[in-house]
């Protein structure tokens, strides 16, 4: 008999498959990864991960970088099926979370170091060190963040000071707050790091770079000056190697310092990187948050797989409230309520899937411009470099709170069920929190988009690209709920008219306060809900043209999510910015009751499209088969808590103390009678 | 050198002491809570709980329990002090937590177990069983939800039936999906469970029942025909064990089924409550909802000591960006945008604190018309029931959903702090998540609300209390934001104004489907807006009715912190409900720009009211000192990961099949140089 899943599927209009092979890019690599699946299946390493759960953290975590190091192996050996020479290269998609089910530091080893080296290291420094990083020969971690400065990086305290005598430089914390504190994989792994530090010259401030720093010898001790090790554990990112980091008086080669954009000579002399590429330090960062909009795309389509499944599996309340159990029950997923809470995250999945498709492909065009310039980097031509910067903070901000917003929403869906960790649903969502505050949380990251649509709005920027509605007018008013083009024009009106009148106001504030910094301060709230708009305007945006690329059997239902996502964001964004009436409002209160009908049919169709497997979406609730309720009982047995030892030692030294042991073996007596 | 947090409360214009006294009921009382704090302070197993966080969930879930009890022996030896009897007894508002700063099982013992002796046992049965349960003689667990069954308890499967030959009844559960599953204090510490069955007398189904059964003999192991275990680990309340049950053929006498509203006697008679009492049997649910708006207050009141201390300490941010750091930093509490996102939660837990008095004072009234009845239980006066049912579950459905939510934004307001266990709030939150979901979620515990709602529009439910309203009319539009009154006669009118429309667009749904039961159905989503515009307004309501009573110099604070509350709320809801227009909106902002400003000062006056010690609160983060960095590098020394055999088993085992040892030894060599 086909499980509660086959039969939805077999049911959908939509083919599931061919939904796969489009979110895959081709038959060929849906297959391609397919094959990868079944190489971890097979190994040992990677079963009953739903066991994780009963080992303390060191055990976790050992087992966490047990699998990373086995995936490396696996994925290294089969590089050809997905055209990958590391388990990262080529692949941003795709991290290696995807097939071990489980994270560890080499995650931010892959992602902020080796891309660190890539991107800011001459070629005689990426030949010196990116095999190695790659072949996990060395291993690295992003240092940035200090004890007493996240947000404001402007204010870190590690400083690298140039020694003329020695020809190298000498890094120090001077102070408590200096120490660096969070970076992933420095608490165990790493055997290096890049580090952010001011360089000092002569006496002079030359302001924030990067130098890598040798942290841990060949027996994987910490090296003179050297104080390492993890912070402590968090709600979420367990298995994670989060780390603090003190060093005094550590003495590296000047050559240490990453040179494609500014160089140290020997002796001390010092040539500024071209002023159009003085920012161009931060492209780590920009690339970073490139992956965690594809990542939060990632996070949200597990967890939509795990909710829906179990959505399609869960029945609770009566179909005929009178006729009672006889009558049988529902699907959860059935009553409107829980789709009025879910359908919409689907919409977002597909809305953050052709959104970073887009912000990915930017990038991409930027590394070739990079690429194409060589050693001549003077000619390299920055001009794209404020909408990359735009455009990936805002998506960064607004859309890792949708999803961190929207994967919460879905566990509390399953009920009692989603707050153990057997439903999967419990973990994805620690594991997601922190991806809302690393890397700047939403309120550096969305002005940093203020203040580049700013620019815009002064022509400092151009108006092209995701700025180009800027330079066009009007601001239709929602007239009809069921038309795409329209939809995506009055998101485009609520978003010119945002930045517009945010505009104004600081202009002027600015002159009211005299001080471009007073009215920027005093009008943060404001300058936040502008780039919220123009955000979800370029969601609504990169969505609508998506749709038209999709199988065909699959635009229909597609287009009923594009309305459903587009228009109850427009309900939820502040009045003020909508500009929207009661009536409309109720216009789309109707449309969505009919939205949810017809959506419904062909749901799990699409949250099925990622396709992943019972192993890799490690939620009791949500596998493939019928015996669900039998999996829970059976996984909570295994519990280290029903070990009789443990409760008999419990009983022995706390409960017995008070217990009634004569009333309670007579009541037990007289109940036999 | 004052700390950061006596500056903070010297420097405020409102008198915290006054406020403690305020909220403790009497400056009496908050000294014997202080006597209580200092008692559970010099006892060595309350001592560093930040240390807690290193062990294991056995470790945890073992000196949870140990301090549990040995909280219940401090609190009966010092009953006195608070006047109370037991842990439980007339207090609500201040669980065992408060001292222990951690959650056990007794809990559930205490606010389930006994309530619903208390509530349906006779008189006999009280004598029976409740001095052994108020002395732990006898451990309970409030046994209702089955593994198929949370939401729709009218499709529970566990059977008791009557066994004449034997004058007992055999407890059975047919099914897997029978099993209970989730009750506290079920997986390790019960003897004992009320248990929700339905009553099979001579082959006929009389409906749901409570019996108690006892689980476990005077060895604490399990009785013949009883499984029970713990379900496994969670994403929170770690330390609780929320447990399952499987039972076969127990027996037991016939006089364990709780009789104070019905009653079986020998030979199978049986004897219906009175019509009027029929859902008497849900009291101890109606009991622990209100339990939980106390508990929401309570949460809300600890997460925002911790988060404002850590904002009033944590600077970030240049005071003056060309000065740089020489012009040092602002405390991120002085950031507009960051009060814009505390500051409603201080209104918020000032609203649930005088809506939360008001529902414990209505149950009170409730519990003194039952009393008064004495055995005469015809003669109970049920007609304040609808409205303490519709009240407690509306304010359990929003007010603990807000209080999550609140809670999780001041978690991400800490930035990357608020993520570890140190910080003390992330635990919170974690630990606080399945309030929203248990006692039912905000969906049936709305729809409750409205259906009471509906009645009282038909007439069948008197418009008085909370009803009052619904008989009066009008809809003022928002003209002023800096008057109570009109802002509450605002409210007043949206929860009017949806009420009524909800009930209209029900009725003509009703005529159109021919089913009251599929417009039902067809507009849940209608109905829980509808339930929230009536609750918001409640809140609403005593939050303003209770700004006079609070001292004379905390009033303009606390009238500043309405306005935020209640207008703040204005924004957020549908447009479609507050009927808000653009410029109404602009108003607001503008308005809470200025609000923001008048509060700050005061601010920590307010959310150091409760009177959290350090250890209570237990956040390295917020601790009463300045040398709070340096305590997070400790702790982080401490973790378990940064054991040296830790690294090292893991660098032989896995690191060195990759790493570079030669390469690793020669670049150390070479820096030295
Ligand atoms: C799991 C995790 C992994 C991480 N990994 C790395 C890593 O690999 N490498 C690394 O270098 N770092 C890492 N980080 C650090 C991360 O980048 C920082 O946590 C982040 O930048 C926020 O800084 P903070 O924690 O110091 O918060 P803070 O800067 O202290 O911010 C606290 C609050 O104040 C607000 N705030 C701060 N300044 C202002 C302002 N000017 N105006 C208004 N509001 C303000 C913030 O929005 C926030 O709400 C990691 C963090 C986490 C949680
Ligand atoms: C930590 C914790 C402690 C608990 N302690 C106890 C205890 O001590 N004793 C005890 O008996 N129980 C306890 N419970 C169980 C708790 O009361 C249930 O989890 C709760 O009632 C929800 O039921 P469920 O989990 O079966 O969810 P379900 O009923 O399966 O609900 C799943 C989802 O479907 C939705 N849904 C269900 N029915 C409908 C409908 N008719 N219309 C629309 N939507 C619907 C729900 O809103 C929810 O989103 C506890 C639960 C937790 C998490």
Chains 1, 2 share one sequence.
């Not at 079944?38 to 390493?45: M, R, T």
């Not at 069921?482 to 106001?505: F, M």
Request: net charge positive.
């Amino acid at each position: 008999m086909p499980t509660y899943l086959e039969q939805e599927l077999a049911a959908a209009k939509v083919d599931h498959l061919e939904l796969k092979h489009f979110f895959y890019d081709s038959k060929e690599r849906y297959e391609a990864v397919q094959k990868l699946d079944a190489l971890f299946d097979a190994d040992p390493l990677f079963q009953n991960p739903e066991n994780d759960h009963f080992l303390s953290r060191s055990e976790q975590v050992r087992l966490a970088i047990e699998r990373g190091f086995r995936a490396h192996a696996i994925l290294k050996k089969n590089r050809d099926l997905l055209g990958m020479h590391s388990p990262m290269h080529g692949d941003g998609g795709m991290p290696v979370g995807r097939f071990t089910g489980s994270m560890c530091g080499l995650t931010d080893h892959y992602a902020l170091f080796v891309q660190t080296i890539m991107g800011q290291g001459t070629p005689e420094q990426i030949r010196e060190w990116l095999p190695k990083a790659l072949n996990l020969e060395i291993i690295g971690t992003y240092a940035q963040t200090e004890l007493g400065h996240g947000s404001n990086v402007r204010a870190l305290e590690t400083v690298a000071t140039y020694d003329e005598t020695t020809d190298s430089l000498v890094v120090n914390m001077p102070t408590i707050t200096a120490m660096k504190w969070w970076p992933g994989a420095l608490g165990l792994l790493a055997t290096h790091a890049v580090l952010h530090a001011r360089l000092l010259v002569k006496g002079k401030d030359l302001g924030y770079h990067t130098v890598m720093v040798q942290l841990r010898d060949e027996h994987h001790k910490p090296l003179a000056g050297v104080e390492v090790g993890d912070i402590g554990p968090k709600m979420g990112g367990t298995t994670m190697d989060a780390g603090y980091l003190s060093l005094h008086n550590v003495r590296i080669p000047r050559t240490n310092l990453l040179a494609k954009f500014q160089q140290l000579a020997k002796g001390g002399e010092y040539t500024r990187a071209p002023k159009q590429l003085a920012k161009i330090g931060y492209m780590t960062m920009m690339k970073a948050r490139v992956t965690l909009v594809w990542g939060a795309m990632g996070y949200l389509s597990k967890g939509n797989a795990i909710v829906f499944r179990y959505a399609a599996f869960r029945r609770q309340g009566f179909v005929d409230s009178k006729a009672g159990i006889a009558g049988g029950e529902k699907k959860i997923l059935d009553h409107v309520i829980l789709q009025s809470r879910l359908f919409p995250l689907v919409g977002l999945q597909l809305a953050l899937f052709f959104s970073s498709r887009h912000l990915a492909n930017l990038l991409k065009k930027f590394d070739e411009v990079v690429k194409k310039a060589g050693k001549d980097i003077e000619s390299i031509d920055t001009s794209m470099l404020p909408e990359l910067h735009a455009t990936s903070a805002g998506m960064k901000a607004f859309g890792t709170e949708m999803v961190l917003a929207g994967l919460e929403e879905g566990r509390k869906c399953c009920g009692g069920q989603g707050f153990t960790y057997s439903s999967g649903i419990a973990r994805i969502v620690l594991d997601y929190i922190p991806n809302v505050t690393f890397e700047g949380d939403r309120i550096p990251m969305a002005l940093q988009t203020s203040r580049v649509l700013l620019g815009a709005l002064a022509g400092k920027v151009p108006k092209t690209g995701s700025f180009a509605y800027l330079a066009r007018s009007g601001r239709p008013s929602l007239r009809r709920v069921d038309d795409v083009e329209h939809i995506v024009s009055v998101w485009e009106g609520i978003a010119r008219n945002a930045v517009n009148t945010v505009g104004r106001q600081l202009y002027f504030s600015a002159r009211k306060h005299k001080s471009q910094e007073k009215a920027w301060e005093a009008n943060t709230v404001r300058l936040l809900t502008m780039a919220q708009a123009h955000t979800l305007y370029q969601f609504v945006d990169h969505f609508a043209l998506g749709l038209k690329e999709l199988p065909a059997k699959a635009q229909p239902t597609a287009t009923l999510l594009f309305r459903l996502f587009a228009l109850t964001k427009l309900i939820e964004i502040p009045v003020v910015v909508s500009g929207l009436t009661a009536s409309q409002g109720q216009a789309i209160d109707r449309e969505v009751k009919a939205l949810l009908k017809g959506i419904r049919p062909n749901i799990l169709a699409f949250t099925e499209a990622p396709a992943f497997s019972d192993r890799t979406l490690n939620s009791l609730i949500a596998r493939n088969s019928d015996d669900i309720y039998e999996g829970l009982v059976d996984w909570a047995k295994r519990s280290p808590l029903n070990k009789p030892e443990f409760s008999e030692s419990l009983h022995k030294d706390v409960l017995s103390k008070t217990l009634n042991a004569k009333y309670l073996a007579e009541n037990n007596a007289r109940s036999k009678l």
